[in-house]
Structures are given as C-alpha cells and as structure tokens.
C-alpha cells in the first residue's frame, strides 16, 4: 500500500440523540451510529448500505457537517475537519458535495437551472462575475447530457432523471473532489437509473472524483463500488472489497441481506 | 383452462386541460385460476390504472373507463354499477397497495378494521373477531392480541402490510391484486412479505395480479408476465421464456439497463429519449423514437403478434417472433 493518507479517514464516529421519554426526566440516548471507522481512497468508491435506521445516512449527514457528530475524528486528506469554522470550513465545503435520493425535494423549485447551478459558485465566490459562472453553469449542464436552454427552466419542467443530472450538475459546479451520494437513483425508473450510473462512472473517471455511496440498492453496489460497508444498528458488522463481501459475507445479516434481493434469473 | 380474469382491449382515458390522456390504450391479458400475472413497467406506463380499472377505482370524474371488457369469473364486470361492486371488491377479488399507511384507517383499532372488512359482506360481529385474530396470527404479527387493539401508527411498515395482507384475505378472495406491495419496505422485509403472499396463495388456491416494476420480483413469483410500455402491452410471455429471451426492443433495453457484477466496468443500457406524451401518443409505434432498431415500417403502429407458442409481441421487426430453438 502507498503511503499517501486516504482522501477521507472516519474513526470511532458516534452519533448519538435523546430519547424521548424516560421515567422522571432520566435522560437516556439513543445511538444512531456507534464507533464507525473507515477509510476512502483517492479516485475509488466505497458503498455504505444496510436497511433503514442502519445508521447510513446519518454518517453521510455527519461528513457533510450537515449534523453535530457525538465524538470520533474526520480526516479529510490527513486533516481533522470536525469543528472547523469561517474560511477553512467554507474551503472544505466546496471539495465535499452531496446528491440526495429526492431531486423533487432536494432543488429550490423557485430557482432556475441557472440559478441553482450557479449558487455555489456564488457562495465560493468562484469566476468574476454571473456571466462566467452562466457560462460555466452551460459547460456543466453539456457534461451532465442536458441542453443550453434548461438554463432558464424550472426544476418542475424536468423528468426525476433529469432533475438528477441537474443536482449532479450543481454539486460538480464548485469542482468537488469527494460526492456523498445518498441514494441518488432510488426514486428513478431502471432505464433512467442506467443513464445516471453511467453519468457518475463516467465523471469519477474524467475528474478523478471520490464517492461515499450510501445505499440500499446491493445491485448497485456490485456494479459501481469499490469497497463495501455492511451497517445495522449503527455499526459496521462487515467491511472489504464488494467481491470478497457478497460472493463470501461472513455475518448473518449480510447473509441474510444479500439472501433477500430478488435475483432476476435470466 | 377457464381464465378468472380475462381483460380485453381495455382502454381507461382521463379528461385533462391537455386534452384526453389515453393512459391505458388497449390492454388485454388474462389470470388463470391460482396463477400469477405481473404486470412490469416503468413509472407512467399505466399499470396501476389497468389495476384500478379492474374493481371500478378509477379516479372519476376526470378518469372513465373508454371501452374494453373484463370478465371475472365469466361474468363481464364492466357491466355493474359502481356499487354493485362493492359485492366483489373485498370478497371476490382484493386488493394490496404500496402504502399500507393510506390504506388503513388511522382512526380505527386494527381489529376493529378487519372485522369491518368480513361484517360489511355479512359476517356475523363475534365470528368475524375470532377469525380476525386468526388471521393476524397467519400472517406473522408476533403478538396477534396485542395487535387487535393497536392502531395503525402503533406498527412498523412491515406489520402494517401484514395487516393489509390480513384484510385482503379475510373474505378468501379468489384474485388479489397487489399494487408494488413490497416497494416501499426493507429487502428482507420484502423478502418475508413476499414469501408470506406466496404461501397464503397455494393455501388459498387463489390468483394474483401483481402490478410492479421490480423484474427481481416478478422473476421470483409470476408464473406470466405482461410488459407495458406507452398505454400498452409491448410484450406477454410465460415469465421463463421472457426473461430468457426478451424480444421486443424495449423489454430488451429493460434487461440490460440493469446493473450488475458482470457489467462492471461497461456503460450499461439506458433508453434515449422520453416516454410520448399520453395526450397525444404517436401514430406509429409508440417505443419507435428509442428505438434502436427503427425502420420504415414503425410509423404505422404494430399490432400485437401471437406466436405459436403463445407469445405476444407488439413489434414489426421479423425477428421478434422468430422461433429460436
């Protein structure tokens, strides 16, 4: 192995929130995510995957400082990034995106394409002025397979795999080194997930991009990850290459999930 | 053999400001007695509405049944009224959505619901309690006396489609229609609820129509499958000789849009382009624009081809119903 630090390094990570209830005020926690610890490298894919209330999502909320975490360490190419704040916080925030499952929920339906696209090259204060990033906000749409005259569209005038690409499009516009995607093909229909897997292959190998793949889709992850992560109840019950995991998973509930995907038997 | 369920040329439109939106345009199948139909498409294909249509659920006023037949049981069914319906709908055939949770009433105990689903077909009220509680011990509730008195939100997903499953069969239905019944849960929970379905179906005798547009599931489950596409069906076949040997264009593209391990590496199939609009489909076929075999003859509309071994597809190329083996 290299000596060079994984692009992103999360160790003994813990989520935890109050529960509710509890005899006389007792105060008690529940743990949402429970001493997780992994390692992404530069350019590769890790898949996180588990059923819901695995505690997946949270970990994806936590890289994105979308959510206090608890206790544990990021590292972000050897650097801590909890607590971050003003400029270096702004700076990491620009490397790490995110594209969500929903593209119906996730995009200001009062924005153009434009506007949405051009947002966060506003907010990082990227090219001199709106004319550029207009024209950067074209280039990114091409890239992503929508035409010039989305720009002045509306988010609702799209289909779900459109609106997709036009969230992809956002998050590459501030020229990202690391996505989470979380679920980002779940709500789209198997011919149009194709086109947006396709899409995300294609620009991880043109940019070199990093991916955190939070899922529940294990076809999925067979075809795309490098690595995978098995979660349940806020742990990672079984971690290694998606090969090695799914022809040989060793804990019964990777078992199990693998055991209760429909296998389309062709 | 006698079919139970036999749908012929139906065609359900809705009145829009668009004009009329042909969503269903002419589809046939049928569901022999203890025998599984899916129905497989992507979203606006128009598959739930072929569904709705069979028990009259139609949204009216905007939506209305055009014309078509559908015989149950020999009896044409589009010839009741609306409430004459409601002798069927619960009794003879019964019907599973997505979302248990629209579903059930949240203001009423789950005993209370499905003792309410056997007392409005003439079940008397103490009969009806103790197969209620029979009948949430079948489908695996863990504490079926519990439950009687529980509400809806009180269960998780899983339970409240076990529920569902409950009050679908309390009446001993001869058909169930179920409508992606597994879409909105965990794969292990759709794995038990699927495997739950199947078992109380041999038990039963009956049939079912599953609507879904998970190819995993119908692989797994139907014995026929009847792809849609555009208002229409593209492509039936039995499910083993479909998912072996696809031969309508777009089935085709199905399959190979899906990813894979042995795709890995490979750009998969996608489908160009967009489904037509269902106000003003194509006069020609209607899959033509995505096509990558289009030829001349695909401005006119192809029928739907029978071959001698009883697949139907609706394409022009020779190939499609070629014999291979």
Known sequence: ?266 | MEKLLQVDDLRTWFRTSRGIVKAVDGVSFDVAPGKTRAIVGESGCGKSITALSILQLVPEPAGYIESGKIHFGGEDILERSWTDMRGLRGREIAMIFQEPMTSLNPTRTIGWQLSEAMTVHGKDAPVARTRALELLERVGLRDPNAALRQYPHELSGGMRQRVMIAIALANRPKLLIADEPTTALDVTVQAQIMSLIKELQDELGMAMLLITHDLGIVSEVAHDVSVMYAGQVVEAAPTRDLFHDPRHPYTQGLFASLPARNRRGQDLMTLDGIVPDAANWPTGCRFAERCVHKMDACSTAPQLRVSASGRQVRCHLPSALEVTK
């Open chain 1, 1 to 266: 192995m290299s000596t060079t630090p994984p692009m992103l390094d999360v160790r003994h990570l813990v989520k935890q929130f109050p529960k509710r209830g509890g005899m006389f005020g007792k105060r008690e926690v529940f743990t949402a995510v429970d001493d997780v610890s992994f390692q992404v490298n530069r350019g590769t894919t890790l898949a996180l995957v588990g059923e819901s209330g695995s505690g997946k999502s949270t970990v994806g909320m936590m890289l994105l400082g979308l959510l206090e975490t608890t206790s544990g360490d990021v590292l972000y190419e050897g650097r801590p990034v909890i607590g971050l704040r003003g400029p270096e916080r702004l700076a990491l925030r620009r490397k790490l995106q995110v594209v969500f499952q929903d593209p119906f929920a996730s995009l200001n339906a009062r924005m153009t394409v434009a506007e949405l696209v051009m947002e966060g090259m506003r907010v990082h204060k990227m090219y001199a002025n709106d004319a550029e990033r207009r024209a950067r906000a074209e280039v990114l749409l091409g890239q992503v397979g929508m035409p010039a005259h989305a720009l002045d569209r509306y988010p609702h005038e799209f289909s779900g795999g459109q609106r997709q690409r036009i969230a992809i499009a956002r998050a590459l516009s501030v020229e990202p080194e690391f996505l989470v995607l979380d679920e980002p093909t779940s709500a789209l229909d198997v011919s149009v997930q194709s086109q947006v897997l396709n899409l995300l292959r294609r620009l991880q190998r043109e940019r070199g991009l990093t991916y955190l793949f939070v899922t529940h889709n294990l076809a999925v992850v067979d075809y795309l990850a490098d690595e995978v992560c098995v979660m349940e109840k806020g742990k990672i019950i079984e971690r290694g290459m998606v090969e090695d995991v799914f022809d040989h998973p060793q804990h019964a509930t990777t078992q199990r999930l693998l055991a209760a995907v429909p296998k389309v038997e062709m």
